[in-house]
């Protein structure tokens, strides 16, 4: 019971996983840019993600614009591109395979079957935060090295963005759901590896038959 209320705990900590993740791969504030200026009615604020950039204006306007050429973005925009995608088809593919294969689910079949599926789910899992923390990081690195640059001028300068931290937050949720899981799945199986069953040899009647005949023979 303990374990299925585990399990329960680690599919919820999955579902918020995933849905952080396509947020964060959609957002387009991975890194964001304040320049007040002079006057605070023209106040800009610029935010650029994977997919477009986009800038807001103090008067309530805003504008974005696509990023539709892929071979002119930065290499780590493009591997957390890639990387991100990959995250979320993982995540999803482990929602699908972990409710088949937890405890308190009537699917998946036998023990084994469902045990199975719920070790598959995990590892899912953990793929899918190491691809969602891999371009967070490397984005963040990228980030910070351009501030402290000292030869690009203030205003080229960027923070990272709200889209960063839920990346970081997503990975660190499908990084534990994916080892809960596989660590119930693995407490499972290791009480019959250590003590394999016990096999029951029954004798066989057919000898006993033989026998019987061959003495009835001799008398």
Not at 74 to 93: D, E, G, K, N, W
Not at 124 to 133: E, H, K, S, T, Y
Request: hydrophobic share 40%; with cysteine.
């Amino acid at each position: 019971m303990a374990s299925a209320s585990l399990q329960f705990f680690a599919f919820i900590l999955a579902l918020f996983g995933v849905f952080g993740d396509i947020t964060a791969t959609l957002l387009p504030n991975w890194k964001v840019n304040a320049d007040v200026g002079s006057n605070i009615i023209t106040a800009i604020t610029q935010m650029q993600g994977l997919w477009m950039d986009c800038t807001w204006y103090s008067t309530g306007m805003f504008s974005c614009t696509l990023k539709y050429s892929v071979l002119s973005l930065p290499v780590y925009i493009q591997a957390a591109r890639t990387t991100m995608v990959l995250s979320c088809i993982l995540s999803a593919f482990g929602i699908c395979i972990a409710t088949v294969g937890m405890k308190c689910t009537r699917l998946g079949g036998d023990t084994d079957s469902k045990s199975h599926a719920c070790f598959a789910g995990g590892v899912c899992f953990i793929l899918a935060g190491i691809f969602g923390l891999v371009p967070t990081s490397w984005y963040t690195r990228e980030i910070i090295s351009n501030f402290l640059d000292q030869t690009i001028p203030e205003s080229s300068k960027h923070e990272p963005g709200g889209a960063i931290y839920t990346g970081f937050v997503s990975a660190g949720f499908l990084l534990t759901a994916g080892v809960i899981f596989c660590t119930s799945c693995f407490k499972k199986q290791q009480g019959a590896w250590i003590y394999p069953p016990k096999q029951h040899h029954f004798p066989s009647t057919e000898h006993e038959s033989n026998e019987g005949y061959n003495l009835k023979d001799y008398v």
